[in-house]
Every structure is written in structure tokens, then in C-alpha cells.
């Protein structure tokens, strides 16, 4: 069963750079026909897309944190990868990585990232 | 960048009854529409995806229509476990805020 898994400092100082890696079981990421998605959840609150890649490259960012955000793909370790510059407290969150495709969409189990010095 | 608006924000129902769902679009979307359930301390689970097509595994008391701008999740009867938050979202990428459930 296929499971992805996000890993990164959960402490982040306000101005750094948040950097997450999301791990996949298996090598379904050197195919295409998927998205792989960052998504966050403020406490207490809704879900907010953050982005995708294909496993060519290709990305796709919220407008709003496009300025600030880089996602990369490594499909020889079954890996891709966040990073957020410039963090504020606003940037607390739990954040997920999901495989998405037509009809199907699996998520790691989330991990908290807290900006605070 | 296209904006999905919910409502109600919160529905307050019994089990066995119907719940009506909205997701409205500020532009249109086609049928590149999914919706989600949250229950606390779980993440999402995919629900329904191209406006009205199941997942796998999805009961059929769960149905979805729609299409362009205007989008709705219907739960035919309420399970005690139907009670959650329900999320649409354009294929990938834009989230709604959110319907909360409950009892």
C-alpha cells in the first residue's frame, strides 16, 4: 500500500526558510497521470492549497504564496519537496503532502510546522 | 486565481436526515470539481471527484451535481459518522472554507 510521509524541522524562526520533504513507498512518482500536492491547515481552520508538481517538473503555486515558495521533485529518491522563505507566525500550520490523480487522492499524515523564535 | 464559497457554513441536522450542501464558484470550473470529508484529528478523504463521480469505497448515500459554477454535495441520509467538515475543491487545487455537520 502506497504511503507518503512528510519530514522536516517542526520549529522554524520567523524570516527562515520552511523546508519539508515529502517521501513516497513506492516509485509512482517517476509516473505521470499524478500531482503531487502541499496543502496546510492553520489550526482550527480549512484547508489551503499550496501547490503541485508533475514528475516532469512542472509546477503550479496559490498566487498567493507563489512569491515565496519553491517546490522541486527528486525521482531518484521518491521525494519532493517544499520550501517556504520568509515565514511569519502566519505561516503555522499542519502541512500535508497528497498523491492526487482523477478519482484518487492519498495524503501523508500531516506534520506541524510552528513559526516562533 | 478562481475562489470556491461554501454555505452554510455550518448545517445543524439529525441523523437520517437529508443534508444539501453548496460550493459555488467565482468562475467556471466545468466539472473539475471534488469534494472532501474532514473529521477532527484525520485528514481529508476524497469523496466525490469530477462533480459527481464516487471515490472508491464512497457510500452511495453520497452524491454530487453540477456543473460551471455551481456545485452541490448531497448526503441522502445522516450517519452518526457523517458528521464532519466537507471541503470542495477545483481538481488540485482551490479549497473551499469549509461546511460543518453537525448534530
Known amino acids: 500500500q502506497v504511503q507518503l510521509q512528510e519530514s522536516g524541522p517542526g520549529l522554524v524562526k520567523p524570516s527562515q526558510t520552511l523546508s519539508l520533504t515529502c517521501t513516497v513507498s513506492?516509485?509512482?512518482?517517476?509516473?505521470?497521470?499524478?500531482?503531487w500536492s502541499w496543502i496546510r491547515q492553520h489550526p482550527g481552520k480549512g484547508l489551503e492549497w499550496i501547490g503541485y508538481i508533475y514528475n516532469t517538473g512542472s509546477t503550479y503555486h496559490n498566487p498567493s504564496l507563489t512569491s515565496r515558495l519553491t517546490i522541486s521533485i527528486d525521482t531518484s529518491k521518491n521525494q519532493f519537496s517544499l520550501k517556504l522563505r520568509s515565514v511569519t507566525a502566519a505561516d503555522t500550520a499542519v502541512y500535508y503532502c497528497?498523491?492526487?490523480?482523477?478519482?484518487?487522492?492519498?495524503w501523508g499524515q500531516g506534520t506541524l510546522v510552528t513559526v516562533s523564535s | 486565481e478562481i475562489v470556491l464559497t461554501q454555505s452554510p457554513a455550518t448545517l445543524s441536522l439529525s441523523p437520517g436526515e437529508r443534508a444539501t450542501l453548496s460550493c459555488r464558484a467565482s468562475?467556471?470550473?466545468?466539472?473539475?470539481l471534488a469534494w472532501y470529508q474532514q473529521k477532527p484529528g484525520q485528514t481529508p478523504r476524497l469523496l466525490i471527484y469530477d462533480a459527481s463521480n464516487r471515490a472508491t469505497g464512497i457510500p452511495a448515500r453520497f452524491s454530487g451535481s453540477g456543473s460551471g459554477t455551481d456545485f452541490t454535495l448531497t448526503i441522502s441520509s445522516l450517519e452518526p459518522e457523517d458528521f464532519a467538515v466537507y471541503y470542495c475543491q477545483q481538481r488540485g487545487r482551490t479549497f473551499g472554507q469549509g461546511t460543518r455537520v453537525e448534530i
Open positions: 468562475q467556471s470550473v466545468s466539472s473539475s
Open positions: 513506492d516509485d509512482s512518482i517517476r509516473s505521470g497521470g499524478y500531482y
Open positions: 497528497a498523491r492526487d490523480t482523477r478519482g484518487n487522492s492519498l
